[in-house]
């Protein structure tokens, strides 16, 4: 388990890019079921196993009859916002939101930014919970599938892809490398935690959402989250 928190999050969208570029997958249907299970997965991961820890370590510090106002509620929220401000700038790609067809003649930098920016973020809560790696592999797959179909159809430089992917991909890792390192990440851990957490609400919920074509009954994309609801559950 030591070096698979790395390696998941890392292998995960080298595989989505290279099924995207070699398989290019044509119904994009089973691409939103796959999203729909990943944000479920992730969603349930967040709320059975990081929120919990949080919150049982701010309560453990009160009376059991003290009205407890959290602050770590306010990082979450926090986490939120800072979401929605970096999507101003990925234009939703952290949760398959990419659509266009112009061509590229380079690397979209904002959206690099952002999403670099997101997914180390996203590596910080691994160093605690470690099952959160899993939680992240399974969400960045067809993330890095949908990028580089994307990148693809606006027919970008292959090896601009390619350095966008790997970067990408090493990201998550170097964010689990830097709780684990640095001390300031580990003496605000809990208001990092919550900040993270607030940001996987807003990505995980999003991705549920939106993979609903007119926000019509799906039973395919009901079974896809309550699958990943399920699997989550025995982690």
Partial sequence: ???????????????????????????KKNIK????FSGSFLLSLTVMHLLPGIYASEISHHDA???VHSTIGLYIMLGIVFQIILEYFSKGAEHGHVHGHEKMNQIPWLLFISLCVHAVLEGIPINNDNHLAFGIAIHHLP????????????????????????????MTPVGTLLAKELTFIQTYQAQALGFVVGILFHISSTIIFETSEGHKFNLAKLLAIAFGIVIASFM
């Fill in 1 to 27: 388990m030591k070096y698979t928190v790395y390696l998941f999050p890392f292998l995960s969208v080298l595989i989505g890019y290279l099924i995207a570029l070699f398989v290019t997958p044509k119904n």
């Fill in 33 to 36: 079921l796959l999203l729909a």
């Fill in 65 to 67: 009859h003290e009205h």
């Fill in 143 to 170: 993330i890095a599938m949908i990028l580089t179909l994307f990148f693809k159809n606006a027919a970008l430089d292959k090896k601009a892809i390619l350095f966008f992917m790997i970067v990408f991909a090493l």
